[in-house]
Each structure stands twice: as C-alpha cells, then as structure tokens.
C-alpha cells in the first residue's frame, strides 16, 4: 500500500502546486493590469490637463487659475513617474515634464498662439500614444493571462483525472485483499473445522482400544498374569500412539503459526534413529509388525533439535507400521549417502498410488487407502516441516517390489 499512498500524495502535491501556481499568475496579472490601467487614467487626466490649459489661454483665463490647472499637470506627471522602472522610461518621462514646464511658460507668459497650440498638439499626440501602448500591453497581458491559466487548468485538470484514477485503483487493490484476505479466513476456518474433526476421531481410536482392552481384562476374574500383562501391554503401545499423535498435532500447530523455536546443536543421527525405533517397537508389536533397524555407520553427526527430529521419524514410522501388512516388517536404514545422512523407511503394503505421491507430505491429506486405516493426514506434513527446517529433503516413492519407501536427508555437520 506504500506505493499507491506515494502516488496519492504525488498527485495532491501536484494538484496543490498548480492551483497555487494559477493563483500567483493571477495575481501578478492583476498587478500589472493595475499599473497599466493607473498609466492609462494618468494619461486621460494629462490630456485633460492639457487642453483645459490651451482653453484657459484662448478664454483669457486669469494667472491664477493657469497655475492650478499646471499645478494638476506636472502632480499628474510625478505620479506617472513614481509608476515607472528603467532608465529609458525616466528619460522619456523627463522629457515629458521638461515639455509640459514649456507648455506652462508659454500659457503663463502668453506666448505665441501657434507657438503654444503647437506644443500642447505634440503633448497630446505624445499621450495619445503612450494610452495606445498601454492598451496594447493589457491586451498582450490578456492573451497571455488566457494561455497561463488554460496551461495551469488543464494541469489542474489532468492532476484530479491521475488522483481519481489512481484512487480507484488504490480502492479496487484494497478490495481485492480484503476479498483475499476474506478466502484466507475462510479457508482457516475450514482447515480449523478439519483439523477437530480429524483430531477427534483420531484421539478417540487409541483411547477406545485402551478402554476396550483394559474393561476385557477386568471383566475375565481368571485371567491370568500372562493375559493382564499382553493387555497392559496393548495399553501402553496406544497410549504411546495416543502421545504421538497428539504431539502431532500441537507441533503442526506451533509451526504454522510461527511459535514453534528449533534448536541446532550436534547430535548423532544413528543414535537418534535407534531411541525411535525402541519407542515405536511397542505399537509395531501391537500391530503385529516387525521392526528391522539397520544401520550401515556407527555414527552419523548432524546438527538439530533432537526432540523434532526424533518426532519426525516417529511420524513417519507410525505411518509405515498403519500400511504395513500383519507380520510385515518395516525397515530402517541410516546410511552416509552422497554427502549426506539418510535414513530410508520402507513398509511391505500396498504402496501409494502414483498420483497420490506428490500430495502424502500435505496437511490433512489422506489417501482412500489411509482413511480407510483412520488418522489425521498431519504426522507427514509436520514430518516435511521438520526436515525442511533442517536444511534437509524428505520425498517418497513406491517399491518395485509393493510398499512405500520414505527417505529423509539431512546435511552432514561439519567437522570440528
């Protein structure tokens, strides 16, 4: 959203500027209209200054009342001087006062006639002229106020037009995330409806064996040590599924939300995979699965968080023991391979269906074959996030022979 905000402000700036800069064009254009028209009434009062002198003459008009008419004349003169700028105008101006103090001696002095007619026609022509210039200039000032503010308009103008329009993009952008945004919530909301049902009746297997195995043995008075203990037995491979499973579930949830913290300190992969193996072996056996542990190195150094990798192993023979055949056997094979330490898992079931692959390590998805064995769809997907945190790959593929073969990979640690 920064950028649409940029943008905005851009165009307002732009928008502001223009309407300031007509503003000050306006009002430099009033100002000089002011002084060209103050010019013009000046010249209008001069001509008239200027024949109402050459009448006081022909009418024989007293001393007195020439002066005040030439007193008018040269304050009119002054004014229009205070008016101008440059040398030139000054000039000009100077040889106008010089004339109009000529046209006054002669009007005072009583002068030849023709003499005196002669100056005030000059005056006249003279005024006439600079009124005609003054005219001209407003009209040029006229023409070019007109274009300013056509240019000034038409930027104003085009800065709304790119304002609106990227307004309106701006509000199409906002409502096309809260419309993704929306989706998102919705398809939480359908993930979190999921993910309680799934749990629910994952939780509630394990927990109805327990119960079932536990209220046969207490039913049967002459049931022997033997029997108790085989059920005691069954007992704790389901509680020790029921763990997992839940640890599953709060792990899967940690990681999505950005909670969940992994450490990496070395630690020894082949000894990880054998404390995962003795903790499965009980619901193997429950299962009627035999476990094959087969490590090709003494030891294989990584670095990790031990809890979640070891979490992710138990996810992933959980899975393989829930595919695996009564009197199958799951294998597991840690090894050095190309650099890296893997640990290959294979089961003796009927394998994934191919185009099933790709989609095993996603959350919640569960193939025909996998609903039909019950679960959550969440201890591969937590198995990947684990793997992929450690800088390693997990992937999947069908034996030739029938079952699946799950690989993790993990980055050797570097030596010390």
């Known amino acids: 959203m920064t950028q649409p905000r940029l943008a905005g402000a851009a165009l307002l700036a732009a928008l502001i500027l223009s309407l300031v800069a007509l503003l000050a064009a306006f009002l430099l254009s009033m ?55 440059g040398p030139a105008a000054l000039a000009a101006q100077q040889a106008e006062a010089d004339e109009a103090a000529g046209l006054v001696a002669l009007a005072l002095a009583g002068g030849p006639r ?27 000032l006229r023409r070019r106020t007109a274009f300013l503010a056509s240019i000034l308009a038409g930027a104003a103008i085009a800065a709304a037009l790119a304002g609106s329009a990227a307004l309106t993009r701006a509000n199409r952008r906002l409502t096309d995330e809260v419309e993704a945004r929306t989706a998102d919530l919705r398809a939480i909301d359908a993930s979190r409806r999921l993910f309680f049902a799934k ?46 499973r839940i640890e599953e579930l709060l792990g899967l949830a940690s990681a999505e939300d950005g909670r969940l913290r992994l450490d990496h300190v070395p ?10 193996g003795d903790t499965a072996a009980p619901y193997a056996r429950s299962s009627d699965v035999r476990l094959a542990l087969n490590m090709s190195a003494p ?23 829930k595919f695996s055949p009564m009197g199958g056997t799951l294998s597991m094979l840690v090894q050095e391979r190309d650099g890296c330490a893997e640990i290959e898992i294979a089961d003796q079931g009927a394998g994934v269906m191919p185009a099933e692959l790709p989609r ?6 569960q193939s025909a ?16 996030w684990v793997v992929e945190q450690h800088g390693g790959v997990i992937r999947a593929a069908n034996d030739i022979g029938g079952g699946c073969r799950i690989a993790i990979s993990l980055p050797l640690a570097e030596a010390a």
């Open 31 to 85: 100002g000089a209209a002011g002084r060209h028209l103050e010019r013009a009434m000046i010249a209008q009062s001069q001509l008239a200054d200027v024949a109402r002198i050459e009448a006081m003459v022909a009418e024989w008009a007293s001393r007195d009342a020439i002066e005040r008419a030439a007193r008018d004349y040269r304050a009119s003169i002054d004014l229009e001087r205070g008016s101008l700028d």
């Open 114 to 140: 023709d003499r005196l007619i002669a100056t005030a026609d000059r005056i006249t022509r003279r005024e006439q002229r600079e009124a005609a210039e003054v005219v001209s200039a407003m009209a040029t």
């Open 199 to 244: 749990a629910s009746h994952e939780l509630r297997t394990p927990v109805t064996v327990m119960r079932g195995e536990a209220e046969v043995s207490l039913a049967d008075p002459a049931a022997s040590t033997d029997d108790l203990r085989e059920a005691l037995g069954h007992v704790v491979a389901n509680a020790d599924f029921l763990g997992h």
């Open 267 to 276: 630690l020894d992969l082949v000894a990880l995979a054998i404390v995962a």
């Open 299 to 321: 030891a294989l150094a990584v670095r990790g968080d031990a809890r979640w990798l070891g979490q992710a192993l138990l996810a992933v023979l959980d899975n393989g023991i």
């Open 360 to 365: 095993i390590f996603d959350a919640y998805y």
């Open 369 to 384: 074959a996998g609903r039909m064995r019950g679960g959550t769809g969440l201890g591969l997907a937590l198995a990947r």
